[in-house]
């Protein structure tokens, strides 16, 4: 179970507020007491925890994607962005910016690289012009999808398989990105790659981040 304390800082107003939520599963199962978080716009904000600690329940909470997993928000509240309740709507959170990258990449193996990118613009209607322009920027951050353009997601490493995902979600033009453990099981090099891009994301287009890893 994870209690944490709301990281303050005076000068970022709130993008994503948790507000003492608490979590059960199937009915019975608590998996969150009390957890409070704060994500200002424009901050990189690091959930810590081991295995179970309750990160991806957090984010879930967040993304309104707890009753896909048979669980819900008993207690608290969540706010994005103006939005506020005891859970709020996925899509219309996604449509507000909030894009969830899940844990364990879930890339859509049949497709290509590419397809894989246009299904990520699928979700706020984009011009084919637009889907053509973030795509390439995607191609820029993340050369090594560019050199894998055709292939079928299942095809491509962990690493590369992240990247999509990631990727994919930058296709929704997001103002606020979940990452959960992208680090998980991947190369060093491919880790400090990843991170770099989330970093300059972040500093150049005022990305917030919310990323939860055990390390
Ligand atoms: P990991 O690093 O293993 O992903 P985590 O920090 O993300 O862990 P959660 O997956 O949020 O942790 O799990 C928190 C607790 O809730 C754990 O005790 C877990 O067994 C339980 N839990 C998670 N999902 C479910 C579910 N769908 N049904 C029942 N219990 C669940």
């Given at each position: 179970?994870?209690?944490?304390?709301?990281?303050?800082?005076?000068?970022?107003?709130?993008l994503?507020?948790?507000?003492?939520?608490?979590?059960?599963?199937?009915g019975?199962?608590?998996?969150?007491?009390?957890?409070?978080?704060?994500?200002?716009?424009?901050?990189?904000?690091?959930?810590?925890?081991?295995?179970?600690?309750?990160?991806?329940?957090?984010?879930?909470?967040?993304?309104?994607?707890?009753?896909?997993?048979?669980?819900?928000?008993?207690?608290?509240?969540?706010?994005?962005?103006?939005?506020?309740?005891?859970?709020?709507?996925?899509?219309?959170?996604?449509?507000?910016?909030?894009?969830?990258?899940?844990?364990?990449?879930?890339?859509?193996?049949?497709?290509?690289?590419?397809?894989?990118?246009?299904?990520?613009?699928?979700?706020?209607?984009?011009?084919?012009?637009?889907?053509?322009?973030?795509?390439?920027?995607?191609?820029?951050?993340?050369?090594?999808?560019?050199?894998?353009?055709?292939?079928?997601?299942?095809?491509?490493?962990?690493?590369?398989q992240?990247?999509?995902?990631?990727?994919?979600?930058?296709?929704?033009?997001?103002?606020?990105?979940?990452?959960?453990?992208?680090?998980?099981?991947?190369?060093?090099?491919?880790?400090?790659?990843?991170?770099?891009?989330?970093?300059?994301?972040?500093?150049?287009?005022?990305?917030?981040?919310?990323i939860?890893?055990?390390?």
């Amino acid at each position: 179970m994870i209690s944490n304390e709301p990281r303050v800082t005076a000068e970022a107003p709130s993008l994503l507020e948790l507000d003492d939520i608490h979590v059960d599963y199937e009915g019975i199962i608590s998996a969150l007491r009390g957890v409070s978080l704060r994500v200002g716009r424009g901050e990189i904000v690091a959930l810590l925890g081991g295995n179970g600690a309750g990160k991806t329940t957090t984010l879930a909470a967040a993304s309104g994607l707890l009753a896909a997993k048979r669980g819900a928000i008993t207690r608290g509240t969540v706010a994005f962005d103006g939005q506020r309740g005891a859970g709020l709507d996925a899509r219309r959170l996604v449509q507000g910016g909030l894009v969830q990258v899940l844990e364990g990449r879930r890339c859509f193996a049949h497709l290509s690289v590419h397809e894989n990118l246009v299904a990520g613009a699928l979700v706020r209607r984009a011009s084919r012009a637009e889907v053509v322009a973030d795509a390439e920027r995607i191609y820029a951050l993340f050369p090594r999808l560019a050199h894998r353009i055709g292939s079928a997601a299942g095809l491509l490493s962990g690493g590369e398989q992240q990247m999509l995902a990631i990727g994919r979600a930058l296709m929704v033009r997001p103002r606020l990105l979940l990452l959960d453990e992208p680090s998980i099981g991947l190369a060093p090099q491919i880790v400090q790659e990843i991170f770099d891009v989330i970093t300059r994301l972040n500093r150049n287009e005022g990305v917030s981040v919310l990323i939860a890893e055990q390390n």
